[in-house]
């Protein structure tokens, strides 16, 4: 499973095998939202892309980073066999 903002759109295409989900426009917080709330069963692989448009707007590493290591404890123990 491929999740993150609008670059994905061009993945979808090349990765048929895999579950992409694109989010035009969204933010760390929201994607970690979405990552609790959905039922995307368990995929092997997780891969998240998100947080690159944030740095641009805040220029705040460490509070992006915060809430892209919250985003990834979330999907680990949200798919623990990723």
Same mark, same amino acid.
């Given at each position: 499973?491929? $999740?993150? &903002?609008? $670059?994905?759109?061009?993945?979808?295409?090349?990765? %048929?095998?895999?579950?992409?989900?694109? @989010?035009?426009?969204?933010? #760390?917080?929201?994607?970690? =939202?979405?990552?609790?709330?959905?039922?995307?069963?368990? /995929?092997? #692989?997780?891969?998240?892309? $998100?947080? #690159? &448009?944030?740095? =641009? +707007? +805040? =220029?705040?590493?460490? @509070?992006?980073?915060?809430? $892209? &290591? %919250?985003?990834?404890? #979330?999907?680990? =123990?949200? @798919? /623990?066999?990723?």
């Amino acid at each position: 499973m491929v $999740v993150g &903002y609008s $670059v994905l759109r061009s993945v979808e295409e090349e990765l %048929a095998h895999m579950m992409v989900e694109n @989010f035009p426009g969204i933010k #760390t917080e929201q994607l970690h =939202r979405i990552v609790e709330k959905r039922d995307i069963g368990s /995929p092997e #692989t997780v891969i998240i892309h $998100v947080g #690159t &448009y944030e740095l =641009r +707007t +805040t =220029r705040n590493l460490d @509070f992006v980073m915060g809430g $892209v &290591y %919250a985003l990834v404890v #979330t999907a680990k =123990r949200k @798919f /623990p066999k990723s």
